[in-house]
């Protein structure tokens, strides 16, 4: 699985484990996400204002495939989207703030205290705009995927998000 939903990660058989013993940090320089619009999906790209990395939250898994073989895993945590996510899509990466990283990754961290990172990233902190569908595919792996299109100057935090 790519994403595990934080609304009841603690509770559902195939993450219980992993959100209990197996978190890990997944650094990002941004993500993608797709806005549903007539005629089609608009992806975007979203990053940290003024550059740097994400560090969204993750669980991993090692199990065993068919035929044995051993297979190492990790999904995405997710969760309601902030402002300005909610003008693109209906859940968001969760990103941890640098002063709970430390504790994400603590063994004996309590339940509590882990569900309670599980919120929506400050909406101030992140910028989006659109970009080109040659996201679509995994094929394309190049700088031009990150670069904006079009007319529109970009949707960063207090815009107008309306398109």
Known sequence: MINARAEGIEKKPSFHGPFKYRRCIIPASGFYEWQKR???KQPYFIRPVGGGYFALAGIWDHWQGMGRQEIESFAII???PNSMMANIHDRMPV????????AWLDPKA???DLLAMLQPYPA???EAYPVSTLVNSPRNNGPECVEMVGEQQGLFPGQDMEL
Do not use: F, P, V, W
């Open 78 to 80: 997710t969760t309601t």
């Open 95 to 102: 990103i941890l703030a640098e002063s709970d990283l430390a």
């Open 38 to 40: 007539a005629g089609g």
């Open 124 to 126: 101030e902190k992140m």
């Open 110 to 112: 309590g339940q509590g």
